[in-house]
């Protein structure tokens, strides 16, 4: 058997889609369990501590990797949905190209708000 591949498949093959799905969820996870954490160890929590928290470069750099986390983790899940219920190449070129842009942006937007680009 050969690879199955497409020309919008940000992956090399199916393996490593799964494994950027994985690597991408454990980071995601333990970002939220972070952030968790620093809401439940500040009670009252206002601008200051949250601008405190994102201040420092390591909470800066963590965010930068949730954020191409959450872009590629995102890009996979929306290929296989579109790949898989969409048959007709055309309207799934489309879509997927609606929802590569959305993450661009979004990804882009994120790292302006962060290091204040």
Same mark, same amino acid.
Request: aromatic share 16%; proline share 2%.
């Given at each position: &058997?050969?690879?199955?591949?497409?020309?919008?498949? =940000?992956?090399?093959?199916?393996?490593?889609?799964?494994? &950027?799905?994985?690597?991408?969820?454990?980071?995601?996870?333990?970002?939220? /369990?972070?952030? =968790?954490?620093?809401?439940?160890?500040?009670?009252? =929590?206002?601008?200051?501590?949250?601008?405190?928290?994102?201040?420092?470069?390591?909470?800066?750099?963590?965010?930068? &990797?949730?954020?191409?986390?959450?872009?590629?983790?995102?890009? /996979?899940?929306?290929?296989?949905?579109?790949?898989?219920?969409?048959?007709?190449?055309?309207?799934?070129?489309?879509?997927?190209?609606?929802?590569?842009?959305?993450?661009?942006?979004? !990804? !882009?937007?994120?790292?302006?708000?962060?290091?204040?680009?």
């Amino acid at each position: &058997m050969g690879n199955v591949s497409s020309v919008t498949n =940000l992956g090399r093959s199916g393996v490593a889609d799964w494994l &950027m799905q994985r690597v991408s969820a454990y980071i995601l996870a333990l970002y939220t /369990v972070v952030l =968790l954490v620093f809401i439940i160890a500040n009670p009252g =929590l206002g601008y200051d501590a949250w601008a405190g928290l994102f201040s420092q470069t390591w909470m800066r750099i963590f965010t930068l &990797m949730a954020l191409f986390s959450i872009g590629a983790h995102a890009w /996979v899940g929306l290929w296989t949905v579109t790949t898989d219920y969409m048959k007709s190449a055309l309207p799934r070129f489309l879509v997927q190209a609606a929802c590569g842009l959305t993450m661009f942006v979004y !990804v !882009v937007w994120g790292i302006q708000i962060l290091w204040g680009f």
